[in-house]
């Protein structure tokens, strides 16, 4: 759990509408684009148990788990 809150303290500081002014990335998860979240629910733009059900599901796929991520993200500065 300790990675997944380090990962998205960075990304957003946990704001439902934070967005990164350089790429456009949105939400907790900082998602790029945004409407990826669409997915999760139509409310993804201001939900943020719809933010964070579809960042759980991104990084289970993409990296297996957050600490994954989180490492991911020190190498390249994203995720």
């Given at each position: ?69 989180l ?9």
């Open positions: 759990m300790q990675c997944l809150v380090t990962l998205w303290d960075k990304e957003s500081d946990w704001t439902t509408t934070a967005t990164n002014p350089s790429s456009g990335a949105y939400g907790i998860v900082q998602s790029l684009p945004a409407e990826k979240m669409a997915s999760a629910g139509a409310d993804y733009l201001t939900n943020y148990r719809t933010q964070i059900n579809w960042g759980l599901d991104y990084i289970q796929e993409r990296y297996q788990s957050p600490c994954g991520a490492n991911f993200h020190y190498a390249n500065n994203w995720y």
